[in-house]
């Protein structure tokens, strides 16, 4: 992953741009320009068995999202674009290309071989400010997975850490829990 702080302006434009241009993913972090290679077979996995999961459970009125982004509320330059996002079906007949974070059930962040602690906790803060109900991070280094709820002034006051093979339990509209005993780990790095 690489970051980019670029002037004030229109970000999304240099973002869009980057994106055309490069193929790479594209979001903007408290105004940074945060570019991502396209994920690789264990991270799109990942991300694959965690939507395959929810998308058998859950309510009619939600769905399974992925290449869809958020908008941090008062300013829609600046946006994040998670793995796999629950958000009302409504989305599918929305003209715009942000979601409003208060509509995000919950947000899946897969964590890259390459993203720092840094980059972490910057977009967990991130979607604690821009109100995100529950965010799910995976990481596939360590196997292990952290779920974050109840976001008040720009931190989820609820933080349950756990390893592959515990179950992450979740709240009602979504399922009870999710099973995480079959993700991918990544190869060790060398």
Known sequence: MTAITVRPGRLRDAAEEIERSTGLRVQIVG???VMSPTPRGKHAGTVRLLRDQLIRRLPETLGAYEVSSIFMPGNEEDYVTPDL??????????DEWLADPRDTVLAVEVISNSE?????A????????????TLLAVDPRKGLWTLYTHP???AYQG?????????VPLAA????ELRTDDLPL????S
Request: proline letters at 12%.
């Open 122 to 133: 910057t977009k967990t803060d991130w979607y604690a400010t821009a109100g995100a109900a």
């Open 85 to 94: 996002v629950i958000l009302p079906v409504d989305w599918d007949r929305d």
């Open 31 to 33: 105004g940074t320009l």
């Open 186 to 189: 990544y190869a060790p790095r």
């Open 152 to 154: 008040r002034d720009g």
């Open 116 to 120: 720092g602690a840094q980059a972490v």
């Open 173 to 176: 509209p979504l399922p009870p």
């Open 159 to 167: 933080v349950l850490h756990g390893k592959y093979g515990e179950p």
